[in-house]
């Protein structure tokens, strides 16, 4: 089972360049998330999308973008990268709905460096 | 302001005794927590959660308690093994388990580095 899938695993930039993080998952979730964690700090919610279409703000959007095209993927686009962007990016995705519907499953992370 | 408080960074224990993790949070909205565990290099893989209505569930060597006059949570983890060395996150929601609420995601805490030693 694949579950969430994210790419590239590992990435360097520098000051002002762009970049996308890729995520898809194949549980057929109807609910997806961005989120980044910075050392020594919990989880902090960028953007989310609670279906095809349908995307909206979380804690930290700024400086980044996000659309939902299809159910299975959750592209996370970085504008004009900077140091405070460096950082562990975690794409996610839960249910939505029912008894474990707020259980949100993880992808394995990429590491972003902004130099 | 932090939601959701986890007061200990690293937490050590021995190979066999019970381990207990613990977390407070302020926001009265919550009423779904989960507790998840992140290996260095991984993602967070969901561990156990606990609905509002509930104040302990069980499953396995895992057990979470919920003290809602308190707005505190814990996590034991009985007898702990060398496997379970990990950093642990505590997470709330606000949207409601049967609603299909929580589109805004969980609210986590800084995380409680466990140390199993032998």
């Known amino acids: 089972n694949a579950g969430v899938t994210q790419t590239p695993k590992f990435r360097i930039l520098k000051i002002g360049q762009s970049m996308t993080l890729q995520c898809t998952q194949d549980?057929?979730?109807?609910?997806m998330y961005w989120y980044r964690q910075d050392p020594g700090m919990g989880l902090k919610l960028i953007y989310y999308s609670v279906g095809a279409g349908i995307t909206d703000k979380g804690e930290v959007p700024n400086g980044y973008n996000v659309s939902r095209s299809t159910t299975e993927d959750f592209p996370l686009r970085l504008e004009l990268a900077a140091p405070s962007q460096t950082s562990v990016y975690f794409c996610?995705?839960?249910?939505?709905?029912?008894?474990?519907?707020?259980?949100?499953?993880f992808g394995e992370g990429s590491w972003l460096t902004v130099v | 302001d932090q939601q959701v408080k986890q007061n200990s960074p690293s937490l050590s224990v021995q190979e066999g005794r019970i381990s207990i993790l613990n977390c407070d949070y302020t926001?009265?909205?919550?009423?779904?927590f989960l507790w998840y565990k992140k290996y260095p290099a991984e993602g967070p893989t969901f561990l156990i959660s606990i609905s509002s209505i509930k104040d302990k569930n069980e499953d396995g060597r895992f057990t979470v308690f919920l003290n809602k006059s308190a707005k505190h949570l814990s996590l034991h983890i009985v007898p702990s093994q060398p496997g379970d060395s990990a950093v642990y996150f505590c997470?709330?929601?606000?949207?409601?388990?049967?609603?299909?609420?929580?589109?805004?995601?969980?609210?986590f805490g800084k995380g409680t580095h466990l140390i199993i030693q032998p």
């Open positions: 996610a995705s839960s249910y939505g709905t029912g008894v474990s519907g707020n259980t949100i499953y």
């Open positions: 549980m057929n979730h109807n609910y």
């Open positions: 997470a709330a929601s606000a949207g409601g388990m049967y609603s299909g609420g929580g589109a805004d995601g969980l609210t």
């Open positions: 926001n009265s909205m919550f009423d779904y």
